[in-house]
């Protein structure tokens, strides 16, 4: 196992680079990575997006009883068995004839019919420079192939040996030229046809590459309404595919719940797929409630990717009403932790962490489960179980979550290769654990280092995000004291940072209309103002992006007095009581903080606030500050001034010599 100062050795050779040279490095290092640990990219490879679950999803269309327009190899264009083990590259191939006018098209598609089989006899990559005459002449004449012609030499095209890249030359040449004499068809082919040219170009591995696939689900777009439900369960197979949305998504919503009864639950989850691939949240409740119902009557034997498909489009869709839904699925996916993949545990335990909505017993296991194989887990699936952690602000009796962040940051430690490909999930995973209470000093400098910062978001270090001024907030205020020697933001960056990622001061403007939260900081302050005065709003802590009611009382003199004028500006920097009293030491005056604290602050049913929540009043504490804590509920039953006056005084009374 790697120590501490190696990994940061490890990342001085990533920041230490320029780009380009960064990038070889890590395009050499991805060749000879463990696949178990790292991502792969496939942008390098002809064949792209043939990820397992777009391969699955594919599989299931394959092996449906449904009419679904599959691209399957047959008799004409399968290499026979039989087949003589050296091929002899044709002569007119090597010999290409200068003039095409006694050539017929159908002598081109042989002599590329013979020509495909060599290449795949020998492994030989059409791209070589030998056929160059001869691909461009086919590429010129493709406008002759009829319907079937051009479906077979897509298939021939598919079953070639992988270029390097979609671009290499001849390759391109012919794709291209075939791309091009589909889109001309698209206005006189079937919907059936279109989709069966669609399933070429996806055998082919060039779906989202070329224009045909994007040009094809426009039309079929048009007529959503009439499509019979295989049709729509492949095309939003292809929209997957892409991406990327062709049409109003709105449309396929409503035909699904037409057809959600009669499909069966791997169909629904290839529909799922569309869905959240296209960032298109299912905006119906009542599909949203079948969808629920149809994965609870089938959990006992739904298989992972089919699981997690549709667990993500409920996550993405799920509002406050669907929180009931939500904790009934979870109460019954506890029996099936020990089943299904670590994968799926990691989604299972991430389900409800937009909504703040927890179930104890699920996590627990799931943590369990990771604790046992943190082995198995890549980079990214830790940082993504460090955010329910951290954001469920979950601890637990049994001592799984110590245990476990012992042992993700101990892994973080081997991961190097995996962090100079995803630098921003290390980032993000260090946050996550500082919210759970565990941290490395070495591993939070490195993140903090320029160069590294550089890697990870951009030069120019516009769109830093909250997770770097988060990590450097929590240096300067919790590991003051610790003699902490590391790397630290320059203070130009933070005061960048603390404008583009803070709001504005809320106030009473007819020309915005302020939400809950800000509303409930305006009315508190205009009641306190009925009471004592002054009380201002201030970024006492500019790494969150609310600002609070901060109020210098004297309990000598039982009044409130006003900050300092030297105190600086908003958005500038952490605000001690030393600068916001003017570096005198008053220890009469308490600096109070009244923090609102909102729907999503606090975990549904539970009594405790989010990871996040918990931090901010930890650190106003630990600057000296005493904050009071007001819920969004509370203040909502106070109906009259003198209700929100008196509740407002029962709470201070409780910090300060009222």
């Known amino acids: 196992m790697l120590t501490v100062p190696l990994l940061r050795c490890g990342l001085r050779r990533v920041i230490g680079y320029s780009h380009a040279i960064a990038k070889q490095q890590l395009s050499a290092r991805s060749n000879l990575a463990s696949t178990?640990?790292?991502h792969l990219s496939a942008g390098n490879a002809a064949k792209l997006f043939l990820d397992t679950e777009n391969r699955h999803a594919h599989s299931i269309l394959e092996q449906s009883l449904k009419p679904y327009q599959i691209f399957r190899l047959d008799d004409r264009t399968a290499i026979s068995a039989n087949m003589p083990?050296?091929?002899?590259?044709?002569?007119?191939?090597?010999?290409?004839?200068?003039?095409?006018?006694?050539?017929?098209?159908?002598?081109?598609?042989?002599?590329f019919t013979e020509l495909t089989q060599y290449c795949i006899r020998t492994n030989t990559c059409i791209s070589d420079e030998r056929f160059q005459q001869f691909c461009q002449l086919f590429a010129k004449h493709s406008e002759q192939l009829n319907d079937?012609?051009?479906?077979?030499?897509?298939c021939q095209l598919a079953q070639l040996p992988t270029e390097a890249t979609p671009r290499a030359p001849n390759y391109m040449e012919i794709w291209n030229s075939l791309d091009i004499e589909c889109c001309r068809r698209i206005e006189r082919w079937s919907t059936n046809e279109l989709l069966?040219?669609?399933?070429?170009?996806?055998?082919?591995?060039?779906?989202?590459?070329?224009?045909?696939?994007?040009?094809?689900?426009?039309?079929?777009g048009r007529k959503i309404r009439r499509l019979k439900s295989e049709q729509l369960v492949q095309s939003m197979f292809y929209c997957n595919l892409l991406r990327r949305r062709v049409y109003d998504m709105f449309d396929y919503e409503v035909r699904l719940l037409n057809y959600v009864d009669s499909m069966s639950l791997q169909e629904l989850g290839v529909m799922s797929m569309g869905f959240f691939k296209t960032q298109t949240p299912i905006r119906n409740p009542e599909l949203l409630v079948k969808l629920f119902t149809r994965l609870e009557a089938e959990l006992n034997t739904v298989?992972?990717?089919?699981?997690?498909?549709?667990?993500?489009?409920?996550?993405?869709?799920?509002?406050?009403?669907?929180?009931?839904?939500?904790?009934?699925?979870?109460?019954?996916?506890?029996?099936q932790v020990p089943r299904i993949s670590l994968l799926s545990c990691l989604h299972v335990a991430l389900f409800g962490v937009e909504l703040q909505c927890c179930h104890d017993g699920v996590l627990e296991l799931v943590l369990h489960r990771f604790n046992r194989e943190i082995d198995m887990a890549r980079l990214k699936d830790m940082e993504r179980i460090c955010l329910a952690m951290g954001v469920f602000n979950y601890r637990g009796s049994s001592g799984v979550v110590e245990e476990l962040c012992s042992k993700i940051l101990e892994q973080l430690e081997t991961k190097i290769d995996e962090i100079m490909s995803y630098p921003r999930a290390f980032v993000c995973c260090l946050h996550y654990l500082v919210l759970c209470g565990h941290y490395k000093e070495e591993m939070i400098s490195s993140v903090l280092d320029e160069r590294f910062i550089e890697h990870a978001y951009d030069k120019k270090k516009i769109t830093l995000g909250r997770e770097i001024f988060n990590l450097d907030s929590f240096v300067k205020i919790n590991l003051r004291s610790e003699d902490y020697k590391g790397n630290v933001l320059p203070d130009k960056m933070r005061r960048k940072m603390g404008k583009l990622l803070t709001q504005y001061i809320p106030e009473r403007n007819p020309k915005y209309k302020l939400n809950c939260t800000d509303l409930i900081l305006v009315e508190v302050?205009?009641?306190?103002?009925?009471?004592?005065?002054?009380?201002?709003?201030?970024?006492?802590?500019?790494?969150?992006?609310?600002?609070?009611?901060?109020?210098?009382?004297?309990?000598?003199?039982?009044?409130a007095v006003p900050l300092a004028d030297s105190c600086p500006e908003d958005y500038s920097d952490i605000l001690t009581r030393s600068l916001l009293l003017g570096n005198a030491d008053r220890p009469e005056v308490d600096t109070v903080v009244i923090v609102i604290v909102g729907w999503n602050n606090v975990i549904k049913d539970k009594n405790r606030f989010t990871g996040l929540f918990e931090m901010k009043l930890q650190q106003l504490r630990t600057l000296g500050h005493k904050p009071v804590v007001i819920?969004?509920?509370?203040?909502?039953?106070?109906?009259?001034?003198?209700?929100?006056?008196?509740?407002?005084?029962?709470?201070?009374?409780?910090?300060?010599?009222?």
């Open 36 to 38: 178990a640990f790292i």
């Open 85 to 111: 083990e050296r091929l002899e590259l044709p002569e007119f191939v090597l010999n290409t004839p200068t003039t095409t006018t006694n050539i017929t098209m159908e002598e081109l598609l042989n002599a």
């Open 148 to 154: 079937a012609q051009l479906l077979t030499t897509l």
């Open 196 to 220: 069966l040219a669609c399933d070429a170009w996806y055998a082919l591995g060039l779906a989202r590459t070329s224009g045909y696939v994007s040009e094809a689900l426009c039309k079929v």
């Open 303 to 335: 298989d992972d990717i089919t699981l997690v498909a549709i667990i993500k489009v409920l996550r993405y869709s799920s509002k406050l009403q669907q929180v009931p839904h939500i904790l009934r699925l979870l109460e019954l996916l506890q029996a």
């Open 525 to 559: 302050k205009e009641t306190f103002e009925r009471i004592y005065r002054p009380c201002t709003f201030k970024h006492i802590l500019p790494h969150f992006d609310r600002p609070d009611v901060v109020i210098c009382y004297d309990n000598a003199q039982r009044k």
């Open 631 to 658: 819920f969004w509920y509370e203040w909502r039953t106070q109906e009259t001034p003198v209700d929100r006056k008196q509740f407002l005084q029962r709470k201070l009374t409780n910090v300060i010599n009222f």
